[in-house]
C-alpha cells in the first residue's frame, strides 16, 4: 500500500501563492473523487482543509483550493500567509480493500 | 460539541501489547466509523484501518494485518485500537479519527493523539 507523492517543501513569500502536487495511480487518486487535504501544526493533530477534490469546509479560509487532473491532486494556497505555515499531507479512498493511502507530506515554508 | 478523547501516552516494550481508547461524545455513536491513523516522530501520516460503530465491520491495513484489532463499546460510545508483537517502528503517536459533516473518507474530527513509545 504506497503512500501517495509529494514534495517534500514548497516555499513563497507572504502574498504569493503555492501549490503541491499528489501524485497517485488509477487505483487512488485517479479513481475516485475522494482526495481531501490536511493541514497540520507541529504537535496538533491534523485539519481538514479540503475534500472531495476541491470542497472546503465552511471555516477553511477560500485561500486554499484543491483540484485534480488524472492521478495527480494539487491543493493551491493563495495569498500566503504566516500561518500557513505548516505541513501539509493529501489522502484519497483507494477501494474497497486498500481503503485509504495519505501523502508522503509536504512542507510549506512562509518565507 | 464532537469530541474524541484518547487514552494517555504509553511506554511498552518490543512484544508487548498496547490498547489505546477513543472515547466520543456530541453525536450518535453507532452512527459513523472511526479510524485510526498513526505518525511516527518526525514522519507522515499512516491510515491504520477503520471500524464500523454500527456492526462492529472491521478493514485494516495490510501491513498491519494479524497485529492490529480495532473493537468498539458501543455502551461507553468508545473506540479501541490494540496493537499486539510491539516493534520500536511501532512508535508514534496514535490517532481516532472521524468523518462526520463531510462524508466517511474526509476526517473532520480528530481526537488530541496518544504517544505509544516501544523501547528496551
Known amino acids: 500500500q504506497s503512500a501517495l507523492t509529494q514534495p517534500p517543501s514548497a516555499s513563497g513569500s507572504p502574498g504569493q501563492s503555492v501549490t503541491i502536487s499528489c501524485t497517485g495511480t488509477?487505483?487512488?487518486?485517479?479513481?475516485?473523487?475522494?482526495v481531501s487535504w490536511y493541514q497540520q501544526h507541529p504537535g496538533k493533530a491534523p485539519k481538514l482543509m479540503i475534500y472531495?477534490?476541491?470542497k472546503r469546509p465552511s471555516g477553511v479560509p477560500d485561500r486554499f483550493s484543491g483540484s485534480k487532473s488524472g492521478n495527480t491532486a494539487s491543493l493551491t494556497v493563495s495569498g500566503l500567509q504566516a500561518e500557513d505555515e505548516a505541513d501539509y499531507y493529501c489522502?484519497?479512498?483507494?477501494?474497497?480493500?486498500?481503503?485509504?493511502?495519505f501523502g508522503t507530506g509536504t512542507k510549506v515554508t512562509v518565507l | 460539541q464532537v469530541q474524541l478523547v484518547q487514552s494517555g501516552a504509553e511506554v511498552k516494550k518490543p512484544g508487548a501489547s498496547v490498547k489505546v481508547s477513543c472515547k466520543a461524545s456530541?453525536?450518535?455513536?453507532?452512527?459513523?466509523?472511526i479510524s485510526w491513523v498513526r505518525q511516527a516522530p518526525g514522519q507522515g501520516l499512516e491510515w491504520m484501518g477503520w471500524?464500523?460503530?454500527?456492526?462492529?465491520?472491521?478493514n485494516y491495513a495490510q501491513k498491519l494485518q494479524g497485529r492490529v484489532t480495532m473493537t468498539t463499546d458501543t455502551s461507553t460510545s468508545t473506540a479501541y485500537m490494540e496493537l499486539r508483537s510491539l516493534r520500536s517502528d511501532d512508535t508514534a503517536v496514535y490517532y481516532c479519527?472521524?468523518?462526520?459533516?463531510?462524508?466517511?473518507?474526509?476526517?473532520?474530527?480528530w481526537g488530541q493523539g496518544t504517544m505509544v513509545t516501544v523501547s528496551s
Open positions: 456530541g453525536y450518535t455513536f453507532t452512527s459513523y466509523g
Open positions: 489522502s484519497s479512498y483507494a477501494g474497497s480493500n486498500k481503503f485509504y493511502v
Open positions: 472531495e477534490v476541491s
Open positions: 479519527a472521524l468523518g462526520l459533516r463531510f462524508g466517511v473518507d474526509a476526517f473532520d474530527i
Open positions: 471500524i464500523s460503530a454500527y456492526n462492529g465491520n472491521t
Open positions: 488509477s487505483s487512488d487518486v485517479g479513481g475516485y473523487n475522494y
